[in-house]
T-cell receptor
Framework: DADVTQTPRNRITKTGKRIMLECSQTKGHDRMYWYRQDPGLGLRLIYYSFDVKDINKGEISDGYSVSRQAQAKFSLSLESAIPNQTALYFCATSDSGQGASHEQYFGPGTRLTVT | QKEVEQNSGPLSVPEGAIASLNCTYS??????FFWYRQYSGKSPELIMS????GDKEDGRFTAQLNKASQYVSLLIRDSQPSDSATYLC??????????????FGQGTILTVHP
């Protein structure tokens, strides 16, 4: 089974709809991240969480919100989707324990299209 | 100046050749450096991490780090068509509140032709 899972894998939605993307991990990592990837723009950090009670904005958080329901679950919401939020979304995890390498491990991604 | 810069390519090499991918970064106190491989439509896959100056080898891959020059590179020996992908350089730019966060370059597209 995959260590980092994302649901849904593909989603088409209409402008103005609320949508939630979910991420779960079995790696036991305490840190989780949400990125979006657009052609030519690379990976950009939306939100990150270093533990259940610690949530921080990344470089492009406007229009998004997150919830860290448990150490293993981190959800990303688009309150009112707009077409320029069409992108590939990735969840990632990393470990902060003693000797941690800070390597990040990615889920399979969610392809979101907003029409 | 971008914080992490890569030549977007595409870089085209013949099968069996050495592919050399380069990355520069802006923050002198950066401590952790990573190379990810990403196939089209797939998620980034970690292939190398390096923390100290010098070379680190893993199979056909060698990562090279020069902190004085703020430069990290990835060499792929005996390149295969299956190595054709986008290679992302990622850097943990500094400590403090950024500790643990990675900043990614835009990626270099590598094509290995038979």
């Amino acid at each position: 089974d995959a260590d980092v899972t994302q649901t849904p894998r593909n989603r088409i939605t209409k402008t103005g709809k609320r949508i939630m993307l979910e991420c779960s991990q079995t790696k036991g990592h305490d840190r989780m991240y949400w990125y979006r990837q657009d052609p030519g723009l690379g990976l950009r950090l939306i939100y990150y969480s270093f533990d259940v009670k610690d949530i921080n904005k990344g470089e492009i958080s406007d229009g998004y919100s997150v919830s860290r329901q448990a150490q293993a679950k981190f959800s990303l919401s688009l309150e009112s989707a707009i077409p320029n939020q069409t992108a590939l979304y990735f969840c990632a995890t990393s470990d902060s324990g003693q000797g941690a390498s800070h390597e990040q491990y990615f889920g399979p991604g969610t392809r979101l299209t907003v029409t | 100046q971008k914080e992490v810069e890569q030549n977007s390519g595409p870089l085209s090499v013949p099968e069996g050749a050495i592919a050399s991918l380069n990355c520069t970064y802006s923050d002198r106190v950066s401590q952790s450096f990573f190379w990810y491989r990403q196939y089209s439509g797939k998620s980034p896959e970690l292939i190398m991490s390096i923390y100290s100056n010098g070379d680190k080898e893993d199979g056909r891959f060698t990562a090279q780090l020069n902190k004085a020059s703020q430069y990290v590179s990835l060499l792929i020996r005996d390149s295969q068509p299956s190595d054709s992908a986008t290679y992302l350089c990622a850097v943990n730019l500094s400590g403090g509140t950024s500790y643990g966060k990675l900043t990614f370059g835009q990626g270099t597209i590598l094509t290995v032709h038979p």
